[in-house]
């Protein structure tokens, strides 16, 4: 009888044991849904002029680890290096028509914050180089705050394994 008795004392235990570990393992997997940051890269068209829109469309906090502006196998360092190289007859382009966060590396971005990478308001220079536009690619990669990874260069992030360096000889803002 005490053999029984201890047999269905271990059983319960055990069985406890594993609805715990399962329980714990659901609670984790609630905790990483409430903190998952989704940043996705757009364009945006209005009166005023256009531009080139990061925001997170999740509900966790985003770190931007690298961010790299690029045309082929140049890499850029800021947006007078990009204006030269993709309009250089422009002489009217300036801070006075463009918008931008600049750097935006080691940035926190929060849920539903949309950061404008850059905008330019509508001159003939600008309607000329906005052609031009749609050779330069964004990289950008960014962290959870669990630790994981992700990796945007169009409009939809990739996984990736561990966080990415930050090259100084090819991030934007250096």
């Known amino acids: 009888m005490n053999i029984v008795v201890a047999s269905t004392a271990?059983?319960?235990?055990?069985?406890?044991?594993?609805?715990?570990?399962?329980?714990?393992?659901?609670?984790?997997?609630?905790?990483?849904?409430?903190?998952?940051?989704?940043?996705?890269?757009?364009?945006?068209?209005?009166?005023?002029?256009?531009?080139?829109?990061l925001k997170n469309s999740g509900n966790g906090l985003a770190r931007i680890n690298s961010y790299q502006i690029f045309n082929d196998s140049i890499y850029f360092k800021d947006w007078e290096q990009v204006l030269k190289t993709l309009a250089p007859e422009a002489k009217n382009i300036n801070f006075d028509v463009i918008s931008t966060n600049g750097n935006i590396r080691n940035k926190m971005i929060t849920p539903n914050e949309e950061v404008n990478i850059i905008f330019l308001q509508w001159t003939d220079e600008t309607r000329r180089l906005e052609r031009t536009m749609h050779s330069l690619q964004l990289r950008i990669c960014y962290s959870s705050l669990l630790d994981e990874h992700w990796e945007l260069r169009k409009e939809t992030p990739i996984t990736i394994d561990t966080r990415c360096t930050a090259e100084s000889t090819k991030e934007f803002g250096t």
Not at 21 to 45: H, N, S, W
């Open 10 to 53: 271990l059983f319960v235990s055990f069985s406890a044991l594993l609805i715990s570990v399962q329980e714990v393992r659901i609670l984790r997997m609630q905790q990483k849904a409430t903190m998952y940051p989704y940043l996705t890269l757009g364009k945006t068209y209005n009166s005023r002029g256009f531009g080139i829109v």
